[in-house]
């Protein structure tokens, strides 16, 4: 029997979350609730195998193997793992230069 985690989303990411959803409903409320209720359950299916995503390569590079990343394109969805919990830490759009904006984040 696998382990289960429980997930929970820092203040951060559910902003992150928040103003992505907002930028997306002025143009489309319909398609806004869609893309909120898919990255929620598929970062609520963390809770069953969050070793399975790839750790963050950009950090990766820098020798920080802590944070692993579901992709749900465009964006990035930043995790760790602390016990028996899945702390969802940011919600970023890929398009944008993830090294810095991930160094400042979780380096800096």
């Known amino acids: 029997m696998n382990k289960m985690y429980q997930v929970l989303w820092t203040q951060t990411a559910q902003q992150d979350l928040r103003t ?6 002025d143009d489309n409320i319909t398609v806004a609730q869609r893309i909120y209720t898919e990255i929620r359950q598929k970062c609520g299916n963390l ?17 920080i193997t802590l944070y692993r990343e579901l992709i749900i394109r465009p964006w990035r969805i930043i995790y ?6 899945v702390w969802v830490l ?16 979780f380096i800096l």
């Open 80 to 85: 760790k793992l602390e016990e028996n919990k």
């Open 20 to 25: 992505i959803i907002a930028y997306i409903a």
């Open 47 to 63: 809770r069953q195998l969050p070793h399975q995503e790839r750790i963050v390569p950009e950090l990766k590079y820098h020798g």
């Open 90 to 105: 940011a919600v970023i759009d890929g398009r944008r230069n993830m090294e810095d904006i991930l160094l400042n984040r």
